[in-house]
């Protein structure tokens, strides 16, 4: 019983792991369809790769993206100086890119264009092919 008891308490304790890194805070992703971004996101990394290189984990803040139905991304935060989009309302449009048989995603917030992937709840918004950021981001409702 001791020995099932610590099990719990180590498996709860861990750090979820993201592309090989791990988050300082835990963020439990909710079930959604991998082709479809309505919902509310929360941020969780961010890094830019050419202008002024950083990455940050937001996972122990409250960072997040809600995509409604009628086309209107709303980005909320308790923290300044994000890496991505600032807080406020944007208009998306979530597109299906159908190249060799494989499905891609594009997601234009107000006047761009970004790639988007999703897969297992987890979505990555990139645009570092535009000198932008990577932005990965879970599913939370």
Not at 34 to 45: A, E, F, P, Q, R
Not at 109 to 138: A, R, V
Request: charged content about 30%; some cysteine.
């Amino acid at each position: 019983m001791l020995v099932l008891a610590l099990f719990f308490i180590l498996v709860s304790c861990q750090k979820e792991e993201t592309d090989g890194d791990t988050l300082k805070c835990t963020v439990v992703a909710k079930e959604g369809s991998d082709d479809n971004v309505i919902g509310k996101w929360k941020l969780v990394t961010a890094e830019t790769t050419f202008f002024k290189p950083r990455k940050e984990d937001y996972s122990c803040q409250e960072v997040f993206y809600t995509f409604q139905e009628d086309g209107k991304l709303v980005i909320t935060s308790n923290y300044e100086n994000l890496i991505g989009y600032d807080v406020g309302e944007y208009a998306f449009e979530f597109d299906k890119i159908e190249h060799e048989e494989e499905e891609h995603y594009s997601l234009k917030i107000g006047n761009g264009n970004i790639g988007c992937s999703i897969e297992n709840n987890h979505m990555i918004l990139d645009n570092t092919p535009l000198d932008g950021p990577k932005l990965l981001l879970m599913r939370v409702e």
